[in-house]
């Protein structure tokens, strides 16, 4: 099958684990199987993030699905890292609601991929928390848009309870068979009411052959053509898939998918899901009770006759919240002013160790063969030493092999990259000057 | 007055801002009056830790106190550096309980600081909590001790409750006056019995003159000779003061003190005593009762719907604990096996960022004007970037000024030091090697 995963913005519920450049869905927080752990892996490697898991989930449905994941820039170097190279990426310069990502990844397919118009794509969160039965929805789904005769296929989610939170999709009586209505959040009484008449969950899920988005495009946006839409992205109406295209149409099928479906978008749902109550170095005496704690430091947490916490320490941070307590985080993070101390590239991760006022102590790691951007800086010196793994470095032009121990001075205004290795390479990077700013970078031409 | 504090041993109770070679009395957590935090200083300058606080009650009651501190080796440094360089020190070579501790600091008095034999001298605790007025009666019992007719001079804490924890002075009436008996930590009924009988909680605290303890060191250990008991000091009697010598005497006089007077040994007791909540980057929504947190980190700690909690980040670790939990955190420490992340030597201080197999990576700051000793590594490579001011290295015998950003290499075998200016200087030191160690480093003379 075909696949959209729809990748969302950043969000602050999960801090501090996920920040203004780390989004949920790329926190490693689920245990993998066991089968899937790579011998002689390092612990971390045991762990796996939402976004991971669904992909794993995927190919293990359809080992020949291709997968699409349309996203902010912003997210590319997580995903690339996280998923490796062969997922397909379609870039949304800015957000613009669920209709234009749709439209812009269904012409990508097409113009770039060069996918079919009558092929059939399923559209789907990165994020959900489900079973495999929900990836065989997927296939189904993606067969009835291909083969039957609707134009449009939905998810219909079993409901367990008369959630206030969700969306329904309710079969229309009144017109004859064939014909749904839908509603978001009703209250509970609407909601028992829904049930009682047979209506489901609005599971998120699209699946339809390429050509009727691509109809809805010209329609709505004027332009079914991937470059004039990338390039028009931030003009482009701002509506919603399920307002600008579900709720209007008359030719549906809903499928059924019976089973766990979890949004982690809190605290307290995401650690409902997670297989054991700690991550990382964590210890925790016999008199805390129904306490979660993710450690991604290198010291230790010690939890004593703590209860119904999450206890969560990242570089940005450390949340000690009551778990109910921590549905209300938003605000509180919305007022801490910090700069990002961690983040994932395309290329491996940088961790901020240090923050002077006039210096910065940056640990890089670089993945196996990657290397950084050539790039230079104008407003601060920098000097590199070598912890880890082998490479090459390129200053001014001027190529030299590095070791564990080597230095690397860069005064301002020098271009400079290094190149690992295939055992990849760390290096602890040291920055000074009095505006030490990450705008502060000027990307040029690879020099090779 | 001339008085003795003995510093205790490390502990594990105050963990993770107490470690192996940071003792409790010198985490700074009390806020300073306001009059006494100077202007433009640093945040972290408005708290001051029990040693400071002690050392600054003792100087208000009387600006001519001359302090001597009792201490193993490992605390020198803290001491100095948060004390300065004009307390005495009086140094153990290990540790042999309180009589050899007081033997010596008495010896170093008469020997090297040649504080004549008939002088009276007045020895307490480096840590205890309590008001001006202990300071007062302190410098009553130094009288006391010079001028009366008794040997040896007694506090007597008013006690508020019949606790079970303390020592207990009783004025002994079958003797008839001027009699005592000692005892520890009695029942709960017995105690209510002595308080009835107008016992007093043993303060620990003994004025004398030094002759008085010159002659008991004669008698009980051999030699009243400062450079005998330092170098024999392995082998002498591990015997307490108390036993030693307080429960054989008759010729006692107490003195009392009736305030505060708190040992802030748990968390539990230490956050009673704080004049604020909170410590460092902290913020705690309005739903949390009762929690203390204390953080030594960079980065914030946020805490939600907490209750009856202590929370304390520091570079070792981070506890989450319920208060009254937090008593029983000796094992757990004991557990955790790791390396000292942060320590404060004479010449300022370390904090280790970073560790990986083969590198080490170590913030360094001397204080103005200060050096570290002149010495070189075995199996290390070292790195060092200047971050912040200015100052001076000398490596192999060369000299050389440095400023931000200078970087400096050496490879093992190589003799170094660096010398800070005015401003002090803070370097970003990468250690590179396959054994990298604390016990790996030669030291030599100084060089110029």
């Not at 329609?219 to 307002?243: M, N, P, Q, V, W």
């Amino acid at each position: 099958m075909k696949i959209i995963l729809l990748s969302g913005g950043s969000g602050k519920r999960l801090w501090p684990l996920s920040n203004d450049i780390r989004s949920k869905q790329f926190i490693k927080i689920f245990r993998r199987p066991e089968h899937c752990v790579p011998m002689g892996s390092e612990p971390a490697d045991e762990y796996e993030s939402m976004v991971q898991r669904v992909y794993r989930q995927i190919k293990s449905v359809d080992p020949d699905a291709i997968v699409t994941i349309a996203t902010s820039k912003s997210q590319v170097s997580a995903i690339h890292n996280q998923l490796g190279e062969d997922v397909g990426i379609s870039v949304e310069p800015c957000r613009r609601d669920t209709f234009a990502a749709i439209a812009l990844a269904t012409a990508y397919l097409h113009d770039c991929q060069g996918v079919p118009a009558d092929e059939a794509v399923v559209v789907c969160p990165v994020d959900p928390y489900v079973e495999a039965g929900y990836f065989k929805t997927l296939e189904a789904m993606c067969a009835a848009a291909q083969n039957g005769d609707k134009k449009l296929v939905l998810m219909g989610v079993d409901p367990t309870y008369p959630s206030e939170k969700y969306g329904y999709i309710k079969p229309d009586n009144r017109h004859g068979a064939g014909g749904y209505t839908f509603t978001e959040k009703p209250t509970r009484e609407k909601a028992e009411e829904y049930i009682a008449a047979g209506a489901l969950w609005n599971g998120g899920v699209f699946a339809f052959k390429l050509s009727y988005v691509l109809e809805k495009s010209r329609e709505l946006l004027g332009t079914d053509d991937y470059h004039a839409l990338f390039s028009g992205y931030a003009s482009l109406r701002k509506i919603s898939f399920d307002y600008a295209v579900v709720e209007q149409e008359t030719s549906i099928e809903v499928l059924k998918y019976s089973g766990t479906w979890r949004d982690l978008g809190t605290w307290n749902t995401l650690t409902e899901s997670m297989d054991g109550n700690m991550v990382g170095d964590v210890r925790m005496n016999e008199t805390s009770v129904n306490v979660h704690a993710i450690n991604e430091l290198g010291v230790p947490i010690l939890v004593m006759g703590a209860r119904d916490m999450v206890i969560a320490a990242s570089p940005d941070g450390i949340l000690v919240s009551d778990k109910e307590q921590s549905s209300y985080i938003k605000p509180y993070v919305d007022a801490i002013d910090q700069q990002i101390m961690f983040a994932e590239k395309s290329w491996g991760s940088y961790r901020v160790l240090d923050v002077e006022e006039d210096s910065m102590t940056v640990k890089v790691t670089l993945n196996p063969g990657h290397r950084m951007n050539y790039h230079s800086h104008e407003r601060r010196d920098e000097v590199w030493t070598v912890l880890k793994g082998e490479g090459r470095t390129i200053v001014d032009g001027m190529e030299q092999p590095v070791k564990p121990g080597d230095v690397i001075t860069m005064a301002a205004g020098c271009k400079h990259t290094v190149i690992a290795g295939e055992g990849g390479l760390q290096l602890m990077e040291v920055q000074i000057g009095n505006d030490i700013s990450v705008a502060d970078k000027k990307k040029y031409e690879w020099p090779l």
